[in-house]
């Protein structure tokens, strides 16, 4: 089962030009996306996140359970669900305006257990800068990573919630030594500083950025490099895209009993690139219709 731990929150998708734009609820939230990604792609997980018990929280835990993600381990709270409105340019990329004062996601508390049959875990965005639960994450992270279990990062930048850039490059810098596979987006590794090479030398075994449109490329221990090209689609928006990949990267890496450190190491080329190319595909569809709406197993070609 891969674990996936983070917020939840509500996306205010426009659905026009102006300042309102006819804003429509959608179901979001990074470590939720990858969740509902992972569980549309057939790999066990679970989700582990603290929700609202108000009718968006209701909703997420619906969107969850359609998907075929346990939700046993998703802690509860009378507090309002965090919101996030969008805007999309003329390229279709999303930036976000977040309302996450007295939110129940910023609550969550560290998990006595993770569930028996765990074989990863996931992290990443706003999960990870809003506190207490930023330091309640963190926790789980560390202790994750000391009990053997393959970790995820995708720290998912969102520069308007970080009050102290430098503190949280930092943290970031901290997180390093506990994670397995590292997952960024070009513009995030520009804003967080560093390189591919100085990532890998403080922890992860691999490190893999996404160019947009123009693919995704693998960086690992040995020194090697595996790129590949992004597939071709008319985009509709990317909200979602970097979520699907991260889903993708772990359901692949199951799917090759590939979840350990030394897995990742003894991938090669080929099946580097077969795993690239296959979270290319997903994310490429996710990109082709409007809010995250990662696919199914039976539309995406086989790894």
């Known amino acids: 089962m891969i674990v996936v731990a983070g917020e939840a929150l509500i996306d205010l998708v426009p659905q026009g030009t102006g300042a309102l734009a006819g804003l429509k609820p959608a179901l979001g939230g990074g470590p939720y996306n990858t969740a509902v990604a992972l569980g549309r792609l057939g790999s066990p997980t679970a989700f582990c996140s603290r929700t609202s018990h108000d009718a968006f929280g209701e909703a997420l835990l619906d969107g969850l359970r359609a998907a075929g993600v346990d939700v046993s381990a998703v802690q509860r709270g009378a507090e309002p669900t965090t919101l996030a409105v969008a805007t999309i340019d003329g390229n279709g990329s999303a930036a976000y305006s977040f309302y996450v004062e007295g939110t129940a996601d910023r609550l969550f508390a560290v998990p006595e257990v993770l569930p028996a049959e765990v074989r990863a875990v996931s992290f990443g965005t706003c999960s990870l800068v809003l506190e207490p639960g930023a330091t309640a994450y963190e926790t789980l992270l560390h202790t994750a990573a000391a009990q053997g279990v393959f970790t995820a990062l995708d720290p998912n930048v969102r520069a308007g919630l970080i009050p102290d850039a430098d503190a949280y490059r930092a943290r970031f810098r901290g997180w390093l030594p506990s994670v397995s596979l590292l997952k960024l987006s070009e ?33 690992t221990r040995d020194g090697a490099v595996y790129p590949v090209p992004g597939e071709k689609v008319d985009v509709v928006d990317t909200i979602g895209a970097g ?32 795993l690239l190319r296959f979270a290319a595909r997903a994310a490429a569809i996710t990109c082709s219709r409007a809010g995250a709406e990662p696919p199914y197993a039976s539309e995406v070609d086989a790894l």
């Open 243 to 274: 979520d699907t990949v991260n889903a993708a990267l772990l359901h692949g890496l199951a799917a090759q009993d590939a979840l350990s450190r030394e897995a990742l190491l003894g991938l090669g080329a080929d099946g580097w690139t077969r």
């Open 187 to 219: 513009e995030d590794a520009l804003w967080l500083g560093g390189s591919p090479r100085e990532w890998l030398a403080a922890g992860p075994a691999a490190v893999v950025i996404t160019h947009g449109g123009d693919g995704l490329s693998a960086f």
